[in-house]
């Protein structure tokens, strides 16, 4: 006589709270999700910051501007008053949160509460980018893969066209012709100066590095029987797609979010930095490095807190990005070797 | 602080300068801004040959293009043309105020003006030799003139279309003769320039480079990056554009005249291009270069202020930045509206972010302080009074609420260097703490001027600048705000903000008939002149700025000439 076997013990606990709990297992991963956890936190705090501590408008120039230093009140842009009394010197890092903790730009404006709307701002592009270059890539990659024949020949044409461009070179090209007159796509309108235009133009140049390989992996797919079966049964090829390929090729879509999303943050920061990306008076960190430039030998935090956060940000997003990978698609870890 | 690029600006300048009467003299009005500041140095007037010889090392960020003297129209190049080419008639040599001074170069004297001030009679001065051996004669000089509109000089059309036959030219260069316009007389080694009208500036425009004389076998298109045979003390030996440019001595030159051309003191002037700004200061400071020709970046203006500062030399322009108000456009087609951003520009801010006040002073009015006309005058100003103090916001935000504009969007068009987008950054500020919604578009500096000068382009609002060609008033006012000027749908519509008023512009004509008789009473005009366009408002006066020449600590005898800057030349090394 066998025991009897309880439903609950023959439940298996299914691929994605499986892949949950390799991920959580993975300390490397939860590291750098704690990392980003903070970094997308203090950004979303910045308001508060800027308006209850800070007390300071973060988007408006103050120039004329003073403040207090050690009870003296000191100009914000501070003339040279030694030698012949050429240049104009930024306030440096208080490290008083409570004014100018990182000093100020050369706008006078305070480079820490910047620096925290500018993570929001990079943030949102980053990751709003990758989302849809994911679901895009996800789309063109799916239907070509499985179509096949004359869809995936134009498909591929044009994915191949876009991916001959070097990726910066084309961003730079759409965002010189985008940021003078905005885009205007059938119902679709985006204003020249709107944070949404990086976005539409960093999601665009990164579709062929998704769809690419999710087309290989249902050209795979769509041989194996159980996508036979289903056609034999007479489904209809949106239904097939829907039930059968997508959520074969979603594991791999979804590893691509993370890295994606650091893609598109450093071609973000690199537009920025270029005056073709986040146009003033909103900030990025790549618009902060590119108003650090000109203070690099006098203020050099102006350019590398921002460079640090770009940096630290990436990292850990690439760094999850490894871990989603090896919670949801073992087998690439063990290809990889790891 | 960009003057990079600026003369290429003059290209488009003088648009149809209806200009009259008889010869001038040097303006020589005084009331120099902040001599404390300044640095210009009046130099040595002997030559002191223990100075004389080796290598003077020059850096700038890149080539000024074409070295032809009748074509090239930046400063990087005009202020080495001093030391190289020759007119009839030059701006003295000299530093300080005296430099605006007309004196005579390959004419013997002054040119003796008759005709009602319509002809203009030169003796060349005998003996002198062009650089490849050739003697330099009256056919030359023809040449030369005839030349100019072959070569379609930049300011054929404006400084030189008052000469006899010049319309003809224009519209036809390559067969342009200006037989009845500029008549040499080899024999008596003379040259007549006759003019359709009395030009009280036509002295002024024979000084400037595109006068200059060369050989009469010269191409008569762009000599481009190969050199014309000069005149003065300095021949070109080699020119990349690429790389770098060499001067050696001109072995037939001879000094004639101190006043006119004096010889250099260095044997060779070597002038490298390709360096960034950034490493142009540390090569200087090092000692690798003796001058560079780009303004100091302004994170290293402190440490050259301060360590360097023996080596630093500062002197006040000429120039005025200012903001151009699209008069034909919403929202300042509304005087209203014009007005409250005179009001509303903090010129303190400004200064701060152009690099400080030892760099540059707040402008009130079109006319640059220490020029002919220039009265101290500030209609915008906080308190009243004849200087500028501080903004009024207050009276900004009621006139742009009186003007009904409250909310429109205004484009500003700023080029995209480090001072003019700072500048650019803070004016979007301003505008939106006024009422406006601003946006903020920077351009190539390449692109920037010629872009705000198309009217198809609709710009609202722009920040550029102008530094004088010469020395008078008309210079500013009448070539930046006549109706002559405005050419709409054309890139080279140098008043920008379409300001026409025909009563303004019976004035300007009237200063310069004034001009041919009693300059003094010209300057007067002028001067009313310019504070009834600021009541108009359709530019923004923002800052006269200064020049900072950073040399190495070889070298000597620096002087500024307020026409053409540091004098190259005269600089030595040992």
């Known amino acids: ?183 205007r796509l059938g119902p679709v309108t985006v204003e020249a100066g709107s944070l949404w235009l990086p976005v539409v133009i960093i999601a665009a140049i990164y579709v062929p590095y998704v769809a690419r390989p999710l087309r290989g992996q249902v050209l795979v797919l769509r041989n194996k029987e159980f996508i036979q079966a289903a056609v034999g049964s007479g489904a209809p090829t949106s239904r097939i797609l829907r039930r059968e390929v997508l959520p074969n090729v979603l594991p791999t879509a979804i590893v691509f979010v993370p890295l994606m999303t650091a893609l598109a943050m450093l071609t973000e920061s690199a537009l920025s930095f270029l005056s073709v990306g986040v146009q003033p008076p909103d900030a990025s960190w790549g618009t902060i490095v590119q108003d650090g430039l000109g203070l690099l030998y006098t203020r050099p935090a102006v350019t590398i807190a921002p460079g640090l956060l770009i940096a630290l940000t990436t990292a850990a997003l690439n760094v999850l990005g490894d871990g989603v990978r090896d919670a949801l698609d073992p087998s690439a870890r063990l290809r990889g070797g790891v | 602080m960009s003057r990079t690029t600026r003369r290429t600006a003059f290209a488009a300048t003088a648009v149809a300068l209806a200009l009259t009467a008889a010869a001038c003299s040097s303006s020589g009005d005084g009331g120099s801004s902040d001599p404390s500041a300044s640095s210009s140095g009046s130099g040595s007037s002997a030559f002191q040959p223990q100075h004389k010889g080796g290598t003077l090392r020059l850096v700038a960020k890149s080539a000024a293009g074409t070295f032809d003297p009748q074509v090239n129209y930046t400063l990087q190049y005009w202020q080495l043309y001093q030391s190289m080419y020759d007119g009839l008639l030059a701006f003295k040599k000299v530093g300080g105020q005296a430099s605006f001074t007309v004196v005579p170069d390959l004419a013997e004297a002054m040119p003796k003006v008759s005709n009602g001030g319509k002809t203009y009679t030169f003796t060349l001065r005998k003996g002198i030799k062009f650089s490849d051996g050739k003697a330099l ?228 009015t079109v006319l640059p302080p220490g020029f002919p006309g220039h009265v101290d005058s500030c209609a915008y100003t906080k308190g009243g009074g004849k200087t500028w103090s501080a903004p009024d916001l207050a009276k900004a935000r009621e006139l742009v609420k009186q003007s009904g504009t409250a909310g429109q969007s205004v484009g500003i068009v700023v080029s995209d260097d ?91 004509q009237d200063a310069l008939k004034t001009g041919q008789t009693d300059q003094k009473k010209a300057d007067q005009e002028w001067a009313a002149i310019d504070q009834d366009i600021m009541t108009e408002s359709p530019v923004v006066p923002l800052i006269n700025p200064k020049i900072v020449d950073f040399t190495s600590k070889r070298v000597g005898n620096y002087q500024f000439s307020k026409q053409f800057y540091m004098l190259v030349g005269q600089l030595w090394v040992k």
Not at chain 2, 435 to 442: D, I, Q, R, S, V
Request: aromatic letters at 8%; a neutral charge.
């Open chain 2, 137 to 364: 004669t009256s056919d030359d000089v023809v040449a030369s003139f005839q030349r100019i509109f072959k070569v379609s000089s930049p300011t054929a059309g404006t400084f030189y279309n008052g000469i006899v036959g010049a319309d003809a030219c224009i519209k036809k260069p390559a067969g342009c003769i200006l037989d009845k316009g500029v008549v040499g007389d080899a024999s008596a080694g003379t040259v007549t320039i006759n003019l359709t009208a009395p030009d009280p500036e036509f002295a002024y425009k024979l000084a400037v480079p595109h006068a200059s004389i060369v050989p009469k076998d010269s191409p008569e298109k762009d000599a481009g990056t190969k050199p014309l045979p000069t005149t003065g003390p300095y021949m070109a030996a080699s020119y990349d554009p690429n790389r770098q440019l060499k001067l050696v001595r001109n072995p037939h030159f001879k000094e004639w005249s101190r006043d006119g051309q004096p010889q250099g003191y260095p044997d060779v002037i070597e002038y490298s291009f390709g360096q960034t700004v950034e490493s142009e200061v540390t090569a200087v400071q090092n000692g690798e270069a003796d001058w560079m020709y780009d303004p100091p970046p302004s994170d290293r203006l402190n440490e050259i202020g301060t360590k360097y500062a023996s080596q630093a030399h500062v002197n006040p322009l000429t120039a005025f930045w200012y903001l151009t108000l699209n008069v034909n456009m919403a929202p300042f087609d509304n005087k209203l509206a014009r007005q409250a951003i005179n009001w509303a520009v903090d010129r303190d801010a400004v200064v701060r972010l152009y690099g400080g006040k030892n760099l540059a002073s707040p402008a009130c």
């Open chain 1, 1 to 183: 006589m066998t025991a009897p076997v309880t439903s609950r013990a023959r439940r298996s606990p299914g691929p994605w709270r499986t892949a949950a709990a390799d991920l959580l297992r993975n300390r490397s991963a939860v590291a750098a999700a704690a990392v980003l956890l903070v970094v997308v936190a203090l950004s979303l705090c910045a308001p508060l910051y800027a308006d209850h501590i800070a007390h300071t408008d973060p988007f408006q120039s103050h120039v004329s501007g003073t403040t207090v230093v050690d009870g003296r009140t000191v100009p914000v842009l501070t003339p040279s008053t030694t030698g012949l009394g050429l240049g104009v010197t930024p306030i440096g890092p208080t490290w008083d949160t409570g004014h100018y903790f990182l000093g100020a730009d050369n706008q006078g404006r305070d480079v820490m509460a910047r620096l925290l709307y500018g993570g929001r701002t990079s943030l949102l592009i980053g990751f709003s980018a990758a989302l849809l270059t994911c679901a895009l890539g996800t789309f063109v990659g799916v239907v070509a893969g499985y179509l096949g024949g004359a869809v995936d020949a134009v498909v591929s044409r044009v994915l191949d066209v876009i991916w001959a461009f070097p990726v910066y070179l084309l961003a730079i090209c759409l965002s010189v012709v985008l940021l003078t007159n905005g885009l």
């Open chain 2, 418 to 508: 480090e001072v003019n987008k700072s500048i650019g950054q803070y004016l979007q500020s301003l505008l939106n703490e006024i009422g406006y919604k601003a946006t903020l578009k920077p351009l190539s500096g390449n692109i920037q001027f010629t872009y705000i000068q198309n009217t198809k382009n609709k710009v609202q609002l722009a920040l550029t600048s102008w530094y004088q060609d010469y020395p008078a008033a008309s210079d500013f006012l009448n070539v930046l705000l006549s109706c002559a000027s405005f050419h709409p749908g054309s890139d080279s519509s140098i008043n920008i903000s379409g300001f026409c008023d025909e009563g303004i512009d019976a004035r300007m």
